[in-house]
Nanobody, 126 residues
Framework: VQLQASGGGLVQAGGSLRLSCAASGRTFSSCAMGWFRQAPGKEREFVAS????????YYADSVKGRFRISRNNAKNTVYLQMNSLKPEDTAVYYCAADAETYTVVAATRIREYDYWGQGTLVTVSS
């Protein structure tokens, strides 16, 4: 699976952005997907994840209620809708795919993901 993230940019606090992650490879629709982020000087952290069917989603406490992860398996794409953005959301956002197929839950730990996109920068100004 190859992943290409896009949609980052500069936005004012309180604004919205939608990130997209386009995947190539025939196993996309059977893989859980996740979004992670890494702020300058900080470790990469979990943001959100979604099961292969889209039936279950998981969020970090810091984004719960503001971000929404979704997927369109027909388009081989996973999305991250980000609303009410805050300066502390500034980071490079990465999408990732779990190589294990048809998992019941979507992982929230970095080490459980096998494929990574190149990242897209989100900058939130105050």
């Amino acid at each position: 699976v190859q992943l290409q993230a896009s949609g980052g940019g500069l936005v004012q606090a309180g604004g919205s952005l939608r990130l997209s992650c386009a995947a190539s490879g025939r196993t996309f629709s059977s893989c859980a997907m996740g979004w992670f982020r890494q702020a300058p000087g900080k470790e990469r952290e979990f943001v959100a994840s979604i099961t292969w069917s889209g039936g279950s989603t998981y969020y970090a406490d810091s984004v719960k209620g503001r971000f929404r992860i979704s997927r369109n398996n027909a388009k081989n794409t996973v999305y991250l809708q980000m609303n009410s953005l805050k300066p502390e959301d500034t980071a490079v956002y990465y999408c990732a795919a779990d190589a294990e197929t048809y998992t019941v839950v979507a992982a929230t730990r970095i080490r459980e993901y096998d494929y990574w996109g190149q990242g897209t920068l989100v900058t939130v100004s105050s």
